[in-house]
Each structure stands twice: as C-alpha cells, then as structure tokens.
C-alpha cells in the first residue's frame, strides 16, 4: 500500500521491521486444540471484519442514550457512564471522558481469547494519574488482568497478565498527549509462551535500544476477564480507581492477531484527517516557525505545563498564566484558554516584541463586555501614549490602539466583531523608514475598518498581557497567539484564518439562528458585515437545532425570514444551513431568492415530497436529490457555484457530507444571477413551509470539501443525538 506522508512532530515514518529471529512466520507452527494451526492466524486485510468481535464507532449515529452500539454484528452494546461528550475524532467522531468519573463498560462476551488485538484512536489530554485508556478486571487480582498504560507524556503501553505474572510492551512509544494516536496491541498464545506487541500510528513500539518492542515473558496463554472491561477506567484493587482524561474513537477488539498491514489498514482509516492537518500546516508554512516568528503560544493542554505556555517558535519566550485559566476548552484550532473577565489572564515576555514593523495574529471568542474588553495590551511606566491596546468597547466593536510616545492611533471599525462567536484576528504595523508606521486591522481574513498612520515607530513596551489592560480583563477564551516580526500579507492572513475549524473566511453573512443573536424582530448577522435578518411573523425561536438554537417556521402564519441583498455572495458562493422538514404543507421553500424579471432569475430550495431535495437556480436548471432527505430530520445543506472567471460556472449540492445523490452537480455557461428584490428564508411565491433552520451562513467563495466537512462536523453531534434519542418527542412537540 502507499506510504503515509511524514507527519508533524512525529519524527520519522521508517517502517522498522522486526529482525528475521523474531519474525512471525519464523517462530515454529505449533498447533491449539481451540485454535487450530496458529499460523492460520495471520490473513489478508481484505478479510479484517470476520475476526471483529466487537466495534464502537463512537459515532453520534451509533448512540443511543447510554447505549454505544456495536458495528460488528454480534450486538455487544457498550454503556457509557456519568455523560462522556461527543466531540470529533479522526474518524468523524468521538467520546471524551473527563478523567474524574466518566468511562464505557463492555461485555465480557467480547473478550476475543487467547489471541486477539486491540485497536483504537486517543487523545490523552492530561497525566494526571497514570492514564488507563483501557483495562480488564478479574475477581482474582491484577495478575488475572489487563490494562492500557501512560504513565507520562510520550509513552504507552500494555500490561497483560496470565495468572501468575504481568508483562508489557510498548514503554517507549511515541505517544504525545494532546494530539490524535492510532494505538494497537496484539497478544499471540505460541504454545509455550504469548507475545505482546504494540503499535502506534503504524509503527511498531521500541525498547531503549531502538529495536522492536516485544514481549515473550507471559509463559501461559492471557488470563479471561472475569468481572469487568471498561474504556477509560481501572480499579486498581488497592483503594483506587484511575480515569482516563481524553477522547477515544473508532474501538475495535479482534480475535486474531492483527498483521502489519492489517494495521496500516485501520491506521489509514484515520489518516484522512491526519493528512488534511498536515496538508493545512503545509500551506501555511512559510508563517510557521523559522520565518519571522517570535513567539507561537498554541493554548493547547499539550503545551501547558503548571501555568507555563510553552512557545512552540523556538525561540524560548514561554508565555504565563495568571490566577489560573481554565485550560482544555474547544478553540478553532484544538484547545484554548478561558479567562474569567475578573483576574485571570497571561503575560508575554518583552523579548517577543517584534520591533518596529509586526504582525499579531490569534483567535478570539469574547463573552461579554464586562468593562472594556482588552483582548491584548502592553504598558509602559510612562503612559498611555507609549501603550498599544486592543479593545473592544461593544458587541460588534473592535480597535486596535498603537501609539508612538506623543499619541495614540485608532484602527478598526464599531460593528462586525460579535460577541458570543470565535473570530480570527491579526494587525500589522509597518515603518517606512522614514516618516511612518502604517497599521492595519484584519477580521476574519479581511481587512475591518481602514487603515491609518501614525507618526514615526511605534514605542516598545515594558509589560505584554493576553486578555488585560490596567484593571480591565477579557471576559472570553484566546486560541493560537502568534508574534512576527514582520508584516504578514494577504495571503498568509487569510491562510492563518483558515487554520482553524469554524470556516469563517469570506462570509457574506452568518445567522446563528440563536436567542443571543436574536432582538425583537431582527436576526443579527455575526458575521464582520453586519447584514441582519427580519424575522416575519414572529417565527418561533428557542427551537433545540443542531447547533445551539434553531428557529421554527410555521407555513399557516406566513412567518419567514428576510435576509439583505447585499447578502448575495456574487459570481463565487456558497450557502449552508441546517434544516428539518417538519412536513410537506405546500411545496418546501427554504432558501429561496427573488428577482423583478421573475422565474428565470431565481434561485429556490425546493421539496414537494419526504426524501427530495433540489436547487433551482437560474430558472428551471436544478441540482439536488430525490431520496436522501427524510422528514423530520435534520440535514445540514450546502450548495456551492464557482465561476472559472470567463465562461462557465459549476454548481454543487451537498447533503449530511456528501455529494447530492441524483445530481450533484452541473456547469452551466455565464454566471449565477444576483437576486434584486428578495432573499429569504421559509418562502418564495407566495409559499411558506413548515420546517425547523439552523446555522445559515453565506460565502463569497465556493467552500471546499474539508471545509464542508467540518461544517457538517460542528452540528452533527447533537443533531444526530437528538433525532436518534428522541425522534418522537420532537416529532409531537415541535409540528
């Protein structure tokens, strides 16, 4: 098979192969009442799912209330306990679990035997304890069982016992907390003895002298568990219990023993997401380490230590929390920082300062305007006038203050910063050499106010804080922090803004659809454009939708929503949405446009019947599907039209992920035509329909793939929760 590209941080991808003395078809061909001829173990890939005695996608679609249900065929349901969290994983989704209280029982049925393999993906957030992904308890003590071990960042292994002794493999794998693992172990009974081996990412563990790590000290076949399985747990026996702090995806257990291809297999189930990461940081590396970077804090739990934000630049200038964020939280790009708007916040050192031309970049989610808002600010033992700041006095409201030690300069624009959501934020400022700096404002990737000059440099500070200025402390969460010492350009801005996964580049418009983004008849646009909504008839709002608040339109009240033309993304766009068809009374509208030379102008999102979804646009030319999309049920909705800038344009439709089944899509000559009397939302032609909308957001680009996917990837989890768990009671409450 191909090989996986080199992945970041993880050294190099050389497969080690073990020496000829260890190699499995070398060992003598020993037969087992039970098992037969053991070399009938090792079998090609193609063939992975017979032996699969147990499997838990960890997939919202495979959870049922507590019941995490298994894909293997042999109906051995797993029990989740005390709520772990849906989140993404490498393979669509995951459970996290918190490391207190939190696990997933499995049935001793799905105990594969004497030989057997374990397969699965984690992230270990913490090592606080020693971390048991995995474990085994038996009613005779720990010498009757197993577990899955990290005892420090950088290692992991398994200890399995037969009865009289324990022994592992695997102690010196390269395991990072904080970032995505694929982890296999496999046990082999040899007649005499039972090997032991571990893999991760592909890779066989090594012992301290760099050969393959593998354990041949179990002189009798692993014990059966008797009493418990679990994810995420192990009680010791000794007063003490361990939790597993981490997410954990894609669980296999397999009654044989797993080849090395077998492993790159499953390893490459999840290399997709791997691969895109590595593909994004490719992208934007000329802005990584090495060019022009000062200081890089990720805020990810990986790169915390006490309250030392560890700077991945290289160059040394950790960073300091003070009065103890809370760590751990969801940012755009894996974890970040929350402050609390009293006291908490984190210094930078001096020696990061990038000098008299930079570039700040970093992610922002702004809570609340407790005070003025300082996101960033230096001070300077003589004054305000030798001070930068940047400050957000208002929901909508961002400046950035540079100032050259006789004045300061305001740049920046009093709407389009909204509270409430993530924003990625970055100014620049440049000296001539001569006579002036100039300083500009990006939100979002694109330019926010307008730029403007000050006099001269600006002045160095003496103190650098994240999230205060004097007494007045950010009320939110910081993602990703970056100082450059020089001026990024356009395209490394928006590159860095589509680092993180909240696809927010190129918005033309963004409706929450949620209560706190809702005031009296008016939908707020979050997006830096401020282009608000019209709610018609009062739609019902505080609707649970896939993502926070969704709103409900009734057709026999005509309520609908108006969305501003100037909305229209143009030649290039995209719109998302999530939407559940309640029902099919009159023909479905859900987003639709309106033109003064009438039908052969317009755009429409069009079902007459449970299961059909199309795209009119341009008039009578369609996209779309006539099975995929069931009533009550929500289906996140994208369509997407990219004009080759002289001829053609293509449009696409994609449905829950994926392509839309009947016509996906379609190139058509000239360009999409810009609506001039209407956009809205729940009509079009005198037609209102019945249905639930979530999330809308507009593009003036066409969105790729992986960015769909990740759309799709924020409102899945508890979408597909909700319908599964309680599709009747929605059902009944919300027509």
Not at 80 to 103: D, E, F, M, Y
Not at 245 to 269: H, P
Request: aromatic fraction near 10%; hydrophobic fraction near 35%.
């Amino acid at each position: 098979m191909a090989k996986n590209p080199p992945r970041l941080g993880y050294g190099k991808t050389r497969r080690l192969r073990l020496p000829k003395s260890k190699q499995a078809n070398s060992y003598p061909q020993t037969s087992h009442p039970a098992y037969g001829k053991l070399g009938s173990r090792f079998r090609e890939a193609a063939v992975l799912d017979d032996y699969l005695e147990l499997h838990y996608t960890m997939d919202s679609e495979h959870i049922d209330g507590t019941t995490v249900e298994d894909q293997s065929g042999n109906s051995r349901d797993g029990t989740t306990v005390n709520n772990p969290v849906l989140r993404n994983g490498p393979i669509a989704q995951s459970l996290a679990l918190n490391g207190v209280n939190q696990r997933i029982s499995v049935p001793l049925a799905a105990w594969p035997g004497i030989n057997g393999s374990l397969s699965f993906w984690a992230r270990v957030d913490t090592g606080l304890g020693n971390v048991r992904i995995f474990s085994t308890d038996h009613t005779s003590g720990s010498v009757y069982e197993h577990r899955t071990v990290s005892e420090k960042d950088g290692q992991i292994a398994i200890y399995m016992s037969d009865g009289s002794r324990s022994s592992g493999s695997g102690e010196n794998s390269t395991f990072t907390y904080g970032t995505w693992h694929h982890v296999v172990f496999t046990w082999e009974w040899r007649g005499e003895y039972t090997t032991i081996k571990t893999y991760v990412d592909g890779l066989i563990g090594l012992d301290d002298e760099g050969d393959p790590w593998i354990s041949n000290a179990l002189t009798a076949s692993v014990s059966a568990p008797d009493a418990a399985i679990d994810i995420g747990f192990w009680d010791t026996g000794f007063s003490q219990t361990l939790y597993y702090d981490g997410r954990v995806d894609d669980f296999r257990l397999y009654s044989c023993v797993l080849t090395e291809s077998d492993v790159d297999t499953l390893y490459a189930l999840g290399s997709t997401i791997t691969t895109t990461t590595s593909t994004t940081t490719t992208t934007t590396s000329s802005i990584l380490p090495g060019s022009g970077q000062d200081v890089y804090l990720t805020m990810d739990n990986a790169h915390i230590t006490g309250a030392t934000l560890e700077d991945q630049s290289g160059n040394d200038r950790d960073g300091t929390m003070v009065n103890a964020p809370i760590t751990g939280g969801d940012g755009p790009i894996a974890e970040s920082i929350a402050l609390d708007g009293v006291d908490q916040h984190a210094t930078v050192p001096i020696a990061s300062w990038p000098g008299t031309s930079g570039s700040l970049s970093m992610w922002a989610n702004v809570t609340d305007n407790t005070g003025n808002v300082r996101i960033f600010a230096t001070e300077h033992s003589s004054g305000g006038n030798y001070e930068h700041r940047f400050s957000s006095a208002a929901d909508g409201s961002l400046y950035i203050y540079m100032a050259n030690g006789s004045g300061t300069v305001q740049v920046g624009a009093a709407s389009g910063f909204s509270y409430g959501i993530w924003h990625h934020v970055v100014f620049t400022w440049e000296y001539d050499g001569s006579t002036e700096t100039t300083i500009t404002l990006y939100v979002d990737g694109v330019v926010f106010g307008s730029a403007d000059t000050i006099a001269g440099t600006v002045t160095t500070p003496e103190e650098i804080y994240i999230g205060r200025f004097d007494t007045s402390y950010l009320n939110g969460s910081i993602d990703d922090f970056r100082f450059y010492s020089r001026v990024l350009d356009t395209d490394e801005i928006a590159a860095l803004a589509d680092t993180g996964d909240v696809v927010i580049r190129g918005l033309t418009a963004y409706y929450t659809m949620d209560d706190a983004n809702i005031d009296g008849a008016t939908l707020k646009d979050v997006s830096v454009n401020a282009r608000d909504g019209t709610l018609v008839n009062t739609p019902g709002t505080s609707k649970v939708g896939p993502i926070g608040e969704a709103i409900r339109f009734k057709a026999a009240s005509n309520e609908k929503v108006s969305v501003p033309l100037t909305a229209w993304p143009g030649n290039d766009g995209s719109v998302s949405l999530w939407i559940n068809v309640i029902d099919n009374t009159g023909n479905v509208r859900v987003f639709n446009t309106d033109h003064s030379g009438g039908g052969g102008s317009e755009h429409r999102t069009w079902s007459d019947a449970d299961g059909k979804l199309l795209f009119y646009y341009n008039g009578n030319n369609y996209i779309g599907t006539l099975t995929q999309v069931t009533y009550g049920v929500w289906h996140h909705i994208v369509v997407t039209w990219d004009y080759d800038g002289s001829t053609n344009t293509t449009i696409k439709m994609y449905i829950d992920n994926a392509a839309a089944v009947a016509d996906p899509d379609d190139t058509f000559a000239g360009t999409m035509i810009a609506p001039d009397a209407a956009i809205d939302i729940g009509f079009w032609n005198g037609s209102y329909s019945n249905i639930l909308v979530d999330d809308l957001r507009m593009y003036n680009r066409a969105l790729s793939t992986a960015e769909i996917a990740d759309l799709y990837n924020m409102g899945s989890l508890p979408a597909t929760t909700t319908t599964t768990t309680t599709t009747t009671t929605t059902t009944t409450t919300t027509v």
